[in-house]
Every structure is written in C-alpha cells, then in structure tokens.
C-alpha cells in the first residue's frame, strides 16, 4: 500500500473507532470531522497525482524562486526550529513548551517511519531533478523539515490566537511555504511533505490541549526558570552561529539571522514578567 494511502487509511480508521463507541463520553465536532475529510482527500489527491505534482513544483523554477525557496525551506531545520521555539517561550512559556514538546515528539514519529518505509527520494528514481543544495536518495518519507514546519505553522497560529489572527496566519504560510520548498528544492515528493504536515499539526495540536494541564505558571515563579530557558536559548542559538550547517545548505544565511534575532529578543525580554 502507498505511503500515503497507509496514513489516510489508519487516519480513516482511528474516526470509525471514536465514532462507534459513541455514546456522550466522546463526541465528533463539526470542525475535527471536516478536517479529517479534507485529510483524507488530500491523501488521496496527493496519492494519485503524486508524480504529477511533484514536476509542476520542481519544474516550475527560476532564479528568484531558487533564492526564495532556498532561503525558507531551512525554516524546517532542526535547530533553527528549536531557536525559534525556545525564543517563543520568552514569551508564551506554556506555547514555547508545547511546541518544543511536540517538536521531539513529531520528530521522532518521522523518523521512526523514514526507516520503516525508506522510500527513495526524487534523484534516486527521476532524471533532471531541479536541486537546491546536495542531492538526497533515501528516507525520503515522510519529510523531516515538513514534520517541523507543521508544528511550527500551528504554534504560530496558537501564538497570536485572536489578538492578531492575521499575523499568526502570514507566519503560519510562511511555515507551509518552506515545507513546499522541500519539493521545489528535488529532495522529497508532495507525499512526503503532505504527511510529515499532518504529523507535525495533530501532534502540535495534541500537546497544546495537554498543555493547558501543567503547571507552567508555578514553574515561571521557581527562580530556575528564567535562567534555564535564557541558557538553553543562548546555546542553541551559540551553536546554530557558529558552524552550524543548515539544510538544506541554500538557507545558511538562516545560521546567522535566527541566532541575532534571538539573542536580540532575549536581551529585551530579560528580567520582565512573562504572560
């Protein structure tokens, strides 16, 4: 069974289940129905035209996309998410500790299926392949940068919420964006990018809803908490600096922009009272 197929079928699967206990326990909101539709449309679509999409994103090059797609789709990177994540917390704790919750957890459900399915990426089966930065040809599904940029497109909606529900929207296509990058850059297929997507929102989504059960407010009021997080985030963002190599290698000047604007932020925000 296609990767794809295997998800939106075990997706499918998991509705019936809820549905037939029934019952007031357990109810099916209008929202959570429609969005596991449309999941299992766009498996499908994604499953049957996953060839065909894949060349109208990557063939569909130029100069400027290389520029802009090869800058964004590093977005999706391990530390650069986890700077990212860690200088959110600063300023909504209880989301910075979702997400980074999420961020470990989702990742480690993908990579978990790259080596279950070690499916080939684009060079190793297709010729003249549009490439941005080295090629790759193993453990193409589901896409790593995608499972990130996932959770980072829903933290980002959670992040401004109603306050500023443009904004939270702008950032959050932004995250698709880079996770499209990933097909325009030759290294995944939409199959990939589709449900490492999927990974990455239900996960982040799942540990939100967990997280308003912890006490993140005690945590702030321990004097451990400001500097833990200020030191995590000075490490990761030292490394990132300094020799990091981003993926893919088209996005390095992401090595440098995070980690100034993260320090920059932390240095504002240090010692003021968190929300």
Request: charged share 10%; proline share 6%.
């Amino acid at each position: 069974m296609p990767a794809c197929g295997w998800c939106s079928t075990t997706c499918c699967a998991a509705l019936a289940s809820i549905a037939r206990r029934g019952g007031s326990a357990i109810r099916l909101h209008p929202p959570l129905i429609a969005a596991t539709a449309l999941f299992a449309l766009g498996s499908v679509a994604v499953a049957a035209w996953n060839s065909a999409l894949f060349h109208w994103i990557n063939g569909h090059n130029s100069p400027a996309l290389d520029r802009l797609f090869g800058l964004i789709s590093g977005l999706g990177d391990g530390l650069v998410a986890v700077v990212v994540i860690l200088t959110a917390a600063l300023f909504r704790p209880r989301l910075g500790c979702a997400a980074l919750l999420a961020f470990l957890l989702s990742g480690g459900i993908a990579q978990l299926l790259k080596r279950l399915f070690d499916l080939p990426r684009p060079p190793a089966v297709l010729e003249h392949v549009h490439l941005l930065g080295a090629p790759l040809h193993s453990h193409s599904f589901p896409s790593g940068h995608a499972t990130t940029d996932g959770v980072m497109a829903t933290a980002a909606i959670l992040m401004w919420g109603k306050a500023n529900r443009a904004l939270g929207l702008a950032v959050a296509l932004l995250f698709l964006l880079a996770a499209i990058g990933r097909i325009y850059g030759g290294v995944h297929f939409p199959r990939d990018v589709w449900a490492g997507l999927a990974i990455g929102i239900v996960t982040m989504w799942g540990c939100w809803r967990w997280a308003a059960r912890w006490p993140v407010m005690t945590w702030q009021q321990q004097r451990w908490w400001q500097p833990v997080v200020a030191l995590l985030l000075a490490a990761t963002a030292a490394v990132l600096g300094l020799g990091y190599h981003v993926q893919p290698s088209t996005a390095q000047p992401l090595a440098l922009l995070v980690p100034l604007a993260a320090l920059f932020l932390l240095a504002r925000q240090w010692k003021r009272p968190t929300a």
